[in-house]
């Protein structure tokens, strides 16, 4: 079977307009100088010919265009940009609890009580749109930049308006289509208003949009333009775009509540019949990444000793923690003799990890990162702020952001079987006193007085989870004497620093159960005196692309040929268990842990479940679970579960009583179908008389 993607006419009407150009502080680059710093805002009245007849204006215009993909339109980001990513069944932020107006407020997010003003992108994502679409249009009059400029300009913008479409369709669902030739604003709203499209047409023109984006975008960035898309990212993105389409909740979804997504003359936008070829797209746009060749996991090379940190002598027993030596995981007849990705001889797995997010891998040298924003500390709402609030009170951070128990529990055994509780009525624990600084090598890498409930993880949990008891390296700590703040120990108990204190309600961890995913050991604060890592964004990396290409392959029934991006070539495409262990097995090999076995493969229902417990694992913290959980139609089950963790109500003469799970009544939950979709601004709908509300939330009071 042959499939041809569906090509949009383009329009080239060209328009004299006015307008006041604005240039807001944007994301463009990363290296020396990540954002162009705007110091005021520079307003003139130019024609349009004006503006881009000039490099450094229809430069500007651009700059304006990639602004619109900051604040509420990251990927990843703390819950002030990103809600999404502390609100679903793994993640969770504990301040703001009493704050009932405050759009930030969890158990609003948790019990869809959110309304049509809280968190909205929707103006933001429209406006740069429309700004991409004029620059697309205009700027081949600029006389001022070459053939070759201009053709990587004008992709790059085409990449960011179908990005931003992107957003919005991942958010709201079926959306409006602008013209590309823009809007007259002029007309009155009436004359202006547009329906909304299809889910179909929505993906089809987005990744139709990508494909023309990547065929004219540079392969490679040099440091300084890190934040600009590439061919891998435009290619990356398509496949997401086709992902989300091919999933349960927008492709033959015949629930009561799919049925009630219409346009304003009632034409049903979300399709009732299952269509497998958008799961082999997906497979084949996956695929033209991976062939790309450019892109491959990040690894760090295994550490037979443990390094020095900055040279303090006097805390070198501690240099396990900051630079430890290499954890070898459990030994596999397979995997244990071989260089990655063939094995993990070669391979610090814990460290190859935790270095993709804490800073210890600058952007321009991570082989892995295919679409980022850069380095986007600034405000409080980034990954930098991510990691202050995962940082313990005591430490000077806000010790509000956690994990749930269910996400403790999806992590491996370091051996790769599935996590078993401990007898709870017979929990032992590490030593109390060490004897040595070799204490810990009978429970690797566990430090004094913890729960071995904890012991015997698999990487990604040690570089990720703040487990009661984890050790807080803090050595970006500067002060003179920083022996009570550098490498903590911190515990959970009620009776501890950053346990539940009395009269405390937000700022300790309902759970018991923090979050290490982006703190680097030298990130530090206190008071007034502060010290952090830059951490890139991980927007897209390599391993999504591999597990995107495994889900993908595992739904085909059938064999599929593809037409590639360019139309060039066509992919073959079919379920075939050596390409899904292809890609899924350096994912787990870096973690490592062994592949899956042929049982799996051979299942497509036991590959399906595995695939999302490796989703969960590998991404947690990345925006991806809330959406994940939605386009399976898991989220009714999921988000509405019961949240629990450990007894944050026990004292460390009781610790035993604290390692036993209970249910967190303070963190009732519920999944209504409205919060398949966020709501749409009332006064969205106001302005445009033909786009209706999604199924649940309210329209505006005449």
Not at 40 to 46: A, G, I, N, P, V
Not at 171 to 186: N, R
Not at 612 to 636: C, N, S, T, V
Request: negative net charge; aromatic residues 14%.
């Amino acid at each position: 079977m042959r499939i041809d993607h569906f090509k949009y006419t383009k329009k080239s009407t060209m328009k004299k307009i006015f307008f006041t150009l604005i240039l807001p502080a944007v994301l463009l680059m990363a290296g020396c100088k990540d954002y162009l710093e705007v110091d005021h805002l520079l307003e003139k009245t130019l024609d349009i010919e004006g503006v881009f007849a000039s490099r450094d204006y229809s430069d500007e215009w651009l700059a304006g265009v990639y602004s619109h993909l900051k604040g509420g339109n990251m990927d990843v980001s703390s819950k002030r940009a990103a809600p999404f990513n502390l609100i679903s069944d793994d993640m969770y932020f504990n301040d703001n609890r009493k704050s009932v107006d405050n759009g930030e407020n969890y158990q609003k997010y948790k019990n869809g009580e959110y309304s049509e003003g809280d968190r909205q992108t929707w103006g933001s994502c429209y406006q740069g749109i429309r700004d991409a679409s004029t620059y697309i249009l205009h700027i081949d009059e600029c006389g001022q930049l070459t053939d070759a400029e201009i053709t990587d300009r004008k992709a790059q913008a085409r990449f960011v308006r179908a990005y931003l479409y992107w957003l919005l369709l991942r958010k709201y669902g079926p959306i409006p289509l602008l013209p590309e030739e823009g809007l007259d604003f002029t007309q009155d709203y009436e004359d202006l208003a547009i329906p909304r499209n299809t889910y179909v047409e929505c993906a089809t023109y987005i990744t139709d949009e990508l494909a023309l984006a990547a065929r004219d975008l540079n392969v490679n960035r040099d440091t300084r333009n890190m934040a600009r898309p590439t061919k891998g990212a435009a290619l990356a993105a398509r496949a997401k775009v086709f992902l989300y389409a091919a999933s349960p909740l927008f492709n033959g979804n015949t629930d009561a509540w799919a049925a009630q997504v219409v346009d304003d003359e009632g034409k049903r936008l979300i399709s009732a019949t299952v269509d497998e070829t958008l799961w082999a797209k997906a497979a084949a746009a996956a695929k033209e990444v991976i062939d790309l060749g450019i892109y491959r996991l990040y690894t760090v090379p295994v550490r037979d000793t443990a390094g020095n940190h900055r040279g303090y002598n006097k805390w070198m027993d501690f240099d396990y923690y900051y630079y430890p030596k290499t954890i070898t995981p459990p030994h596999h007849p397979e995997y244990s003799d071989k260089n990655f990705p063939d094995g993990w001889r070669d391979i610090d797995p814990f460290e190859s990890y935790r270095q993709l997010f804490n800073g210890g891998v600058q952007a321009s040298a991570n082989p892995e990162l295919i679409f980022t924003r850069g380095y986007n500390q600034q405000g409080n709402d980034d990954i930098l702020a991510m990691a202050l609030h995962q940082m313990p009170r005591s430490l000077g951070g806000w010790n509000t952001h956690g994990l749930t128990l269910k996400m403790y529990e999806a992590y491996y055994m370091k051996d790769g079987t599935g996590y078993s509780p401990p007898d709870a009525s017979n929990l032992q624990y590490t030593d109390t006193a060490p004897a040595s600084p070799n204490y810990y090598a009978n429970y690797l890498p566990l430090p004094p007085r913890v729960s071995l409930m904890h012991a015997n993880r698999e990487p990604r949990f040690y570089a990720s989870v703040a487990y009661n008891g984890s050790i807080w390296e803090c050595d970006g700590n500067i002060l003179a004497d920083a022996q009570d703040v550098r490498y903590k120990q911190v515990f959970y108990y009620r009776d501890a620093e950053d346990g539940k204190l009395p009269g405390e309600t937000q700022f300790y961890l309902p759970t018991g159960i923090g979050i290490k995913k982006y703190y680097h050991p030298y990130d530090w604060t206190f008071m007034s005196s502060s010290a952090f890592m830059r951490k890139p964004e991980p927007a897209i990396r390599y391993a999504e692309v591999l597990l995107i290409y495994a889900e993908a392959l595992n739904e085909l029934n059938g064999a599929y040929s593809v037409l590639s991006y360019d139309g060039a070539s066509s992919i073959a495409v079919s379920r075939d268990p050596a390409e899904m262990s292809r890609a899924v097995k350096q994912v787990r090999i870096r973690a490592g842990l062994p592949d899956f076995g042929q049982d799996i493969y051979s299942s497509q229902a036991k590959f399906r479940e595995k695939l999302k417990q490796e989703r969960q694992i590998e991404l947690m913290g990345e925006g991806h679970r809330y959406f994940d959980l939605r386009r399976w139609k898991d989220a009714p089950t999921e988000e509405a579960a019961p949240i629990w963790g450990f007894n944050m109500n026990m004292p460390t003469a009781q610790r035993t009583m604290f390692d036993q799970p209970v249910e967190i009544l303070s963190m009732p939950t519920v999944f209504l179908d409205k919060m398949y979709l966020w709501p749409i601004s009332h006064n969205e709908l106001r302005r445009n008389r033909r786009l209706t509300q999604n199924p649940g939330w309210t329209y505006f009071t005449e």
